[in-house]
């Protein structure tokens, strides 16, 4: 295990081990064309792989276990990305977890930009699709409901974000068991980056690429999904 670059901000954040384990959850659900390409970038350096399968139909799991026989596979109790979600960060063993999504949108090789920050003293490193230039891949009507999405979140919490929808971002294992997450679709990510700013854990937003996915098309559907995450996003405000 090549740990190097992390080892010395480690010890200081974790001085009873060499190191903080890092588990890294993906939620799938009928990726079997896509999930080989991310299994086999996930850097040398991850101590578990948690995969958290919503019932596909395809052989995304049969795909997984060739790819990585070590890798955790679980099947979520419901439906959705948030169920998945919870399911696979509750089995996970790691002291970081990273998440990263199945469809190779979010690059592997990427991951140490998240581990970092959490060794200098951040409680969360949220990823954005949008510090910089906006990706060439992403449509104009998705781009534009980031936007309307995250000014929502910056005007009601004020909260700076430029990205409430990435996918990719890192945390303690121990921030997980503070939240109470309701979510069980895809609105979870709205609800876990508020919460986290409710509770005044510190977070940071990392840049990072995002890519055409490799094969198949996107599971959700978007504007019934954004008016599902702008609705979550007023409600937390009442609360």
Same mark, same amino acid.
């Given at each position: 295990? /090549?740990?190097?670059?992390?080892?010395? !901000?480690?010890?200081?954040?974790?001085?009873?081990?060499?190191?903080?384990?890092?588990?890294?959850?993906?939620?799938?659900? &009928?990726?079997?064309?896509?999930?080989? &390409?991310?299994?086999?970038?996930?850097?040398?350096?991850?101590?578990?792989?948690?995969?958290?399968?919503?019932?596909?139909?395809? =052989?995304?799991?049969?795909?997984?276990?060739?790819?990585?026989?070590?890798?955790?596979?679980?099947? #979520?109790?419901?439906?959705?990305?948030?169920? +998945?979600?919870?399911?696979?960060?509750?089995?996970?063993?790691?002291?970081?977890?990273?998440?990263?999504?199945?469809?190779?949108?979010? %690059?592997?090789?990427?991951?140490?930009?998240?581990?970092?920050?959490? !060794?200098? *003293?951040?409680?969360? +490193?949220?990823?954005?699709?949008?510090?910089?230039?906006?990706? /060439? =891949?992403? %449509?104009?009507?998705?781009?534009?409901?980031? %936007?309307?999405?995250?000014?929502? %979140?910056?005007?009601?919490? #004020?909260?700076?974000?430029?990205?409430?929808?990435?996918?990719?971002?890192?945390?303690?294992?121990?921030?997980?068991?503070?939240?109470?997450? !309701?979510?069980? *679709?895809?609105?979870?990510?709205?609800?876990?980056?508020?919460?986290?700013?409710?509770?005044?854990?510190?977070?940071?937003?990392?840049?990072?690429?995002?890519?055409?996915?490799?094969?198949?098309?996107?599971?959700?559907? &978007?504007?019934?999904?954004?008016?599902? &995450? !702008?609705?979550?996003?007023?409600?937390?405000?009442? #609360?």
């Amino acid at each position: 295990m /090549d740990y190097q670059p992390f080892q010395k !901000l480690g010890k200081t954040l974790y001085p009873q081990s060499p190191y903080p384990s890092v588990s890294v959850v993906i939620c799938a659900l &009928n990726e079997a064309e896509s999930i080989r &390409n991310v299994l086999e970038n996930i850097p040398n350096w991850v101590d578990e792989i948690v995969l958290v399968d919503g019932h596909s139909t395809d =052989c995304t799991i049969s795909v997984a276990k060739k790819v990585r026989p070590d890798a955790k596979i679980l099947f #979520q109790p419901k439906k959705g990305k948030g169920d +998945a979600f919870k399911c696979g960060v509750a089995a996970s063993k790691g002291d970081i977890i990273i998440t990263l999504d199945a469809d190779g949108t979010y %690059s592997p090789e990427e991951m140490s930009r998240f581990v970092l920050p959490l !060794l200098e *003293g951040y409680d969360f +490193a949220k990823g954005s699709r949008f510090i910089g230039k906006a990706p /060439d =891949c992403m %449509s104009r009507t998705r781009q534009v409901g980031n %936007s309307i999405l995250a000014l929502a %979140s910056n005007l009601l919490f #004020q909260t700076r974000y430029t990205d409430i929808c990435s996918g990719y971002y890192s945390f303690h294992r121990e921030l997980f068991n503070k939240i109470n997450l !309701l979510s069980d *679709g895809f609105e979870l990510e709205q609800e876990l980056f508020i919460k986290i700013k409710k509770l005044k854990f510190k977070v940071i937003e990392i840049p990072h690429s995002y890519n055409q996915r490799l094969y198949g098309v996107s599971k959700t559907k &978007n504007f019934k999904q954004g008016m599902k &995450n !702008l609705l979550l996003i007023c409600l937390l405000r009442l #609360q």
